[in-house]
């Protein structure tokens, strides 16, 4: 069975941080890129990063760069998005998904959901 894990959400203060965990299980880790995904309320998703445990090479949108950094633990299966400088826009569900990390589009070609975890920055 193909797992999906989120961990790591919670309530912040602006200028905190924060740090998701994306635990994989179910399927070959190094044939998929990971990736995070974000959806606030009346926003579309939004691709925030992905990363290629292959190789380590990543992907930041614009909105995270300089304060997102995501690394990957081969040995366990998990990636871990580290927020910093976090503001009130970076409120939204996070959803991690395993796929393709295009340096150009971002996470995309997704094949698996995790089921979400909730990140509210506050002001």
């Known amino acids: 069975e193909v797992q999906l894990v989120e961990s790591g959400g919670g309530l912040v203060q602006a200028g905190g941080s924060l740090r998701l965990s994306c635990a994989a299980s179910?399927?070959?880790?190094?044939?998929?890129?990971i990736g995070w995904f974000r959806q606030a309320p009346g926003k579309e998703r939004e691709g925030v990063s992905c990363i290629w445990s292959s190789d380590g090479s990543t992907y930041y949108a614009d909105s995270v760069k300089g304060r997102f950094t995501l690394s990957s633990d081969n040995a366990k299966n998990t990636v871990y998005l580290q927020m910093n400088s976090l503001t009130p826009q970076d409120t939204a569900i996070y959803y991690c998904a395993a796929g393709v990390c295009d340096y150009d589009l971002g996470p995309t070609g997704v094949d698996y959901w995790g089921q979400g975890t909730q990140v509210t920055v506050s002001s």
């Open positions: 179910g399927f070959t880790f190094d044939d998929y890129a």
